[in-house]
């Protein structure tokens, strides 16, 4: 595994959004490897950061979340209009 590919899993698995799911299909590591890898990795205060926020959340897991598919939407984020950089 590459240093890109590492820090890639590690930012997926900092995200509240992506699914460990996600993470298995994109990379094949399942959910305790990817565990054993943020422990690895980590410094020691910054893992058990990463698993008290992640432990018990619903959305790390596919099968727990509200939404079937797609991506969340607040209903307050305002769409972008006019933005230059979006049009390229």
């Known amino acids: 595994m590459t240093d ?13 959004r992506t699914t460990f799911d996600a993470i298995q299909f994109q990379f094949g590591l399942k959910e305790q490897e990817v565990i054993n890898l943020m422990r690895r990795e ?4 910054s893992f058990r950061l990463w698993r008290k926020r ?16 797609g991506r969340f939407k607040c209903s307050r984020q305002k769409s972008i209009s006019n933005n230059k950089v979006s049009k390229r």
Not at 4 to 16: V, Y
Not at 42 to 45: H, I, L, R
Not at 54 to 69: D, I, L, N, Q, Y
Request: no cysteine; glycine share 4%.
């Open 4 to 16: 890109k590919d590492l820090d890639r899993i590690i930012e997926m698995a900092w995200e509240d």
């Open 42 to 45: 980590m410094k020691p205060s």
């Open 54 to 69: 992640v432990s018990g959340r619903a959305t790390k897991h596919e099968s727990k979340r509200t939404f079937v598919k």
